[in-house]
């Protein structure tokens, strides 16, 4: 417990001597988060469920409804198969997310509908080819900067 300020002896003067004592004893040192920088969300408004938030995010929890959930993985899914580097890992992408599509159109959570079909892997594996054969020939030297368009369609 510290002591009193004691009468007569100005505020800052005290609180400056009771940090250098606590340095002194070695209060500061090992402290947790020493050396790194302040989190952000020290310069934003508070939020009562700041704690909540914390938790769900430590414990990589969403806070979308699943089918909502969804929507956004099958989105990533079909940008990741865009970027894959083999026609294998593009099948298998779409391919695992098609399984869940299928399975939340046959069983659909609570929540707002899914409002998503299962990708044409297909159409998905020829649409990468095409994203990988301009990508090659704008990588060759010389090549003309000829864009063409690609389609992206989600059937």
Known sequence: MTERKPPGVPFESWVDKQIHDAQARGDFDRLPGQGKPLPNDLESPYDELWWV????AREGLSVLPP??????EAEDALAAAHAAP?????????????????DMLLKPPPGPPLGRKPYDVE??????????????T??????????????????
């Open 138 to 155: 704008a990588d060759e030297p010389g090549a003309s900067s000829g864009s063409g368009a690609s389609r992206v369609s989600e059937t």
């Open 86 to 102: 083999t026609e294998r890992a593009v099948r298998k992408i779409i391919t695992d997310v098609n399984v869940k599509i299928r």
């Open 53 to 56: 938030k914390r938790k769900m």
């Open 123 to 136: 159409e998905v594996v020829r649409e990468w080819r095409e994203r990988r054969e301009e990508r090659r």
């Open 67 to 72: 089918a909502l959930a969804l929507r956004k």
